[in-house]
């Protein structure tokens, strides 16, 4: 998924981007809130991780500004202010979620699920289909409970394409989901995903369609997986 | 009400001594002037006939006398030789005393003690001439009793008197002290941290004690608000740091490659020393706000403050900046305490190396007439003439300041300053940078 990750300690976005890279997320960085609100302007993002006390604008005008634009991506605030107020004013302004520094890491990651999840409009971590399982939250992928090992990369292109189970996934909204502003993504690197999860997912019940110049689908089939459909 | 009880008893126990003292007087007085007046009675009853003393003894004097049923009168008149023409032969003799005056004194007889007159009378006739001597006694229970008797009724007064004194005074303390009591009960009825103004209404007399306690409880107040924020501030200022320092130490124990995790602690180590630094500029602030009450002034020299500061200010380890230095020969005399002086001044030093960008720091210090000046500028990006103002508030920060700043300093160097009556103000330079300009007044050596 894509993330934007709105903190001006240096040390703390580094922390925070390592982590959520690994678990194969892109995450764009802008270290105060006129940058965020620029970039949030012209780049649409799966998750914005917000913290309030910005330079130059700070977190809640940065969100104030998203809301009043009509732009619905889940916001989830960090903050060093822990107040009750502070809470009640920030998730009255319009963020999803609310998160005091110093925080655990697992909670963090828990909280950023919950609101990918539901940006998707998921009810839970896990889906199942047929003896295949996706969990998100164990960042496991099963067979007949076997695990099939993943790279980060592959799972989050899983991820995004389970998400959209049964509906086509345009490349480009891929490309957005899977790639950072940093990244270096040629312009086969899609496909080259889409054939090596292809290839893992043989013995699903599933089966990944493209479909020619708009994207791919995920969609549950009765065992034995071919490419193009 | 205590000292004033025991004030009143040894009152009235002199008042009693001397109630005594008269009442003993004046029974003597009285009983005197009876005994005189029987004695000078006796001796106009007294006639020289024939060369012979005649006294017709006029017993209505010696009735006057008897009046104290319990008294024995005792008389005697005698010659000028001596002798007893009538009488108690055997009363005691009176001190030797010249003239003419009737003469009283105390002297054993009977077995008790008696009060006597002695009255001398001259006679001349045609016949003969002669004097002589009466003496009527008379033993001193009646005045004791008499005298008893107004100490007795003296006694009560005082008594009655000092009682309702006592009562009245009570009385007036009580009603005195009765608001106070209402104040005191509304008082520990309040929540320990209420502060707010007292409004019961208390006579005028006390209108100045109420103003003064709401007073104190103003500043104290406001003291406990300051030290609120600035406690509020101080941890939120840490939070951070501390959540960069736990994310990186939870991301390097899940690091593998030794090149990760060295970065992990790098960030780690950076934070802590951040932290450190910010906790002990907190301190520095805390302990600056409690000494600058005290203000405990001595001469010193503003030229070694400076050094010091500058030494203090300087980070030990890793690239110092470049520093100028303008400071005036000789020594420049400043009235102040050394200590929050210096502290002021590492605060504007710490500032300009932080926010003021690549260029040299320069510091300089010089005398005009009765001001020291000390100006210490830097090459950064200056500040706005909004900022200017506000950076002098207390956690008032400037727009351009870049995280990790505790904005704290400056609100302490201008009370600083202030307190030893200079001033302080923050202008951009022509050449660019900031500069933060010190008038303090000169001692007089």
């Known amino acids: 998924m894509r993330l934007l990750l709105v903190e001006d300690n240096a040390d703390l976005a580094d922390a925070i981007i390592r982590r959520m890279r690994r678990n194969g997320h892109a995450v764009d960085w802008q270290a105060d809130g006129m940058g965020a609100a620029s970039v949030l302007r012209y780049q649409s993002f799966d998750l914005v991780v917000l913290d309030i006390g910005l330079p130059k604008l700070d977190g809640l005008r940065v969100l104030a500004g998203m809301r009043e634009r009509g732009d619905s991506t ?153 490419g193009d459909g | 009400m205590l000292y004033l009880g025991a004030l009143l008893a040894v009152f009235a126990v002199a008042l009693l001594f001397a109630a005594r003292d008269y009442g003993q007087r004046a029974a003597n007085r009285s009983y005197d002037h009876l005994l005189v007046s029987s004695a000078l009675s006796i001796a106009d009853s007294v006639a020289l006939v024939d060369g012979q003393w005649q006294v017709d003894l006029p017993y209505a004097a010696l009735d006057l006398l008897s009046m104290a049923e319990e008294d024995r009168v005792f008389y005697r008149v005698a010659d000028s030789r001596g002798r007893t023409i009538t009488g108690y032969e055997d009363l005691p003799q009176a001190p030797r005393r010249s003239g003419n005056q009737p003469q009283l004194f105390d002297a054993e007889y009977s077995g008790e003690k008696v009060r006597f007159v002695v009255v001398k009378r001259s006679f001349a006739a045609a016949s003969a001439q002669g004097e002589v001597q009466v003496q009527v006694g008379q033993t001193r229970r009646a005045r004791a009793e008499l005298a008893q008797e107004m100490v007795n009724r003296a006694l009560i007064a005082i008594g009655v008197l000092s009682a309702l004194l006592l009562a009245l005074v009570a009385f007036g303390v009580h009603r005195a002290f009765r608001p106070l009591v209402r104040l005191e009960r509304e008082l520990s009825r309040r929540e320990p941290s209420d502060l707010k103004p007292l409004d019961s209404h208390v006579p005028r007399e006390m209108n100045q004690m109420v103003a003064a306690l709401n007073r104190f409880m103003e500043r104290l107040s406001s003291s406990n608000e300051t030290l609120r924020a600035f406690m509020a501030e101080a941890a939120h200022q840490m939070r951070t740091p501390l959540a960069a320092l736990r994310a990186q130490a939870q991301l390097a124990l899940d690091e593998e490659e030794p090149e990760d995790m060295q970065r992990s602690l790098r960030a780690i180590e950076r934070n802590a020393t951040h932290m450190s630094r910010l906790l002990n500029q907190l301190l520095s602030d805390a302990s600056v706000i409690h000494r600058s009450n005290l203000q405990r002034f001595a001469p010193l020299d503003l030229v070694e403050t400076v050094h010091q500061a500058l030494h203090e200010a300087l980070p030990q380890a890793g690239p110092a900046p470049r520093v100028q230095l303008a400071i005036t020969t000789g020594a420049v005399q400043v009235n102040g305490d050394a200590l929050l002086l210096r502290e002021a001044i590492k605060n504007l030093i710490d500032n300009a190396i932080k926010y003021g960008g690549d260029g040299p720091l320069q510091i300089a210090l010089t005398v005009q007439d009765t001001q020291a000046v000390l100006t210490i500028a830097d090459h950064g990006p200056g500040i706005s003439a909004a900022d200017a103002e506000r950076v002098f508030e207390r956690f008032g920060r400037g727009e351009n300041a870049p995280a990790g700043g505790a904005g704290l300093g400056l609100a302490i160097v201008k009370r600083v300053v202030e307190s030893h009556g200079g001033n302080i103000d923050l202008s951009n330079r022509p050449e660019g940078g900031l500069v933060a300009t010190i008038h303090l007044p000169r001692h007089a050596a």
Do not use: W
């Open chain 1, 74 to 226: 889940p916001v989830l605030m960090l903050t060093a202010r822990d107040g009750i107020e502070d809470r009640v004013q920030a998730l009255d302004v319009g963020a999803d979620d609310y998160l005091g520094k110093p925080f655990d890491f697992r909670e963090f990651e828990a909280r950023c699920r919950v609101l990918l999840r539901r940006g998707r409009g998921q009810a839970s971590e896990v889906v199942q289909i047929g003896s295949f399982q996706f969990d998100n939250a164990a960042h496991r992928v099963s067979l007949d409970g076997e695990v099939i090992e993943l790279p980060n990369r592959e799972f989050r292109l899983l991820e995004i394409l389970v998400g959209r189970l049964g509906q086509v996934v345009g490349k480009d909204e891929i490309g957005k989901g899977l790639f950072g502003f940093d990244d270096e993504a040629g312009p086969n690197a899609i496909e080259l995903y889409i054939g090596r999860l292809r290839k893992k997912l043989i013995a699903a019940p599933l089966r990944i369609t493209t479909v020619r110049g708009v994207g791919y689908m995920l969609e549950a089939s009765d065992g034995g997986n071919d």
